[in-house]
C-alpha cells in the first residue's frame, strides 16, 4: 500500500557532507510525522531527526547543528542533509512516516529500507 524508499547514502570522509531521500508513495491520504532513524551495528535504533507537517522539527543532541531535516509534502519526499560527518554517524539510516492511506482509517507507521552511510576516519 505505501512504500518509503531511501537513497543518497554511501561512504564518505570524516568532515563530509551527504543529502538523504525518502520517497513516499501508494495510496496515502495524508503524511503526518515523518523522520529518520539510524542503527549502528550492536547499537539499538535511535531517532536522528524528526519533522511534522507543519515542518516542525526535532533532532538528536548529537547531530544538532550538522544534520537539517526538511520535506517537500507536495512531492512526499522527505530530506536529510548530514553536514561535518563524524565516523559515529556510521551506520543504517532509516526512513519513519505516519501515514493514512485512502484504505485503513487510521495512521500507522511505515519504514524505508534503510540506506548505509558510512564515514571514514
Known amino acids: 500500500q505505501v512504500q518509503l524508499v531511501e537513497s543518497g547514502g554511501g561512504l564518505v570522509q570524516t568532515g563530509g557532507s551527504l543529502r538523504l531521500s525518502c520517497a513516499a508513495s501508494g495510496n496515502i491520504f495524508h503524511i503526518n510525522t515523518m523522520g529518520w532513524y539510524r542503527q549502528a551495528p550492536g547499537k539499538q535504533r535511535e531517532l536522528v531527526a524528526g519533522?511534522?507537517?507543519?515542518?516542525?522539527?526535532n533532532y538528536a543532541d548529537s547531530v544538532k547543528g550538522r544534520f537539517t531535516c526538511s520535506r517537500d509534502n507536495a512531492k512526499n519526499t522527505l530530506y536529510l542533509q548530514m553536514n561535518s560527518l563524524k565516523p559515529e554517524d556510521t551506520a543504517v539510516y532509516y526512513c519513519h512516516g505516519n501515514i493514512k492511506t485512502w484504505l485503513i482509517p487510521f495512521a500507522r507507521d511505515y519504514w524505508g529500507q534503510g540506506t548505509q552511510v558510512t564515514v571514514s576516519s
Open positions: 519533522i511534522t507537517n507543519d515542518g516542525s522539527t
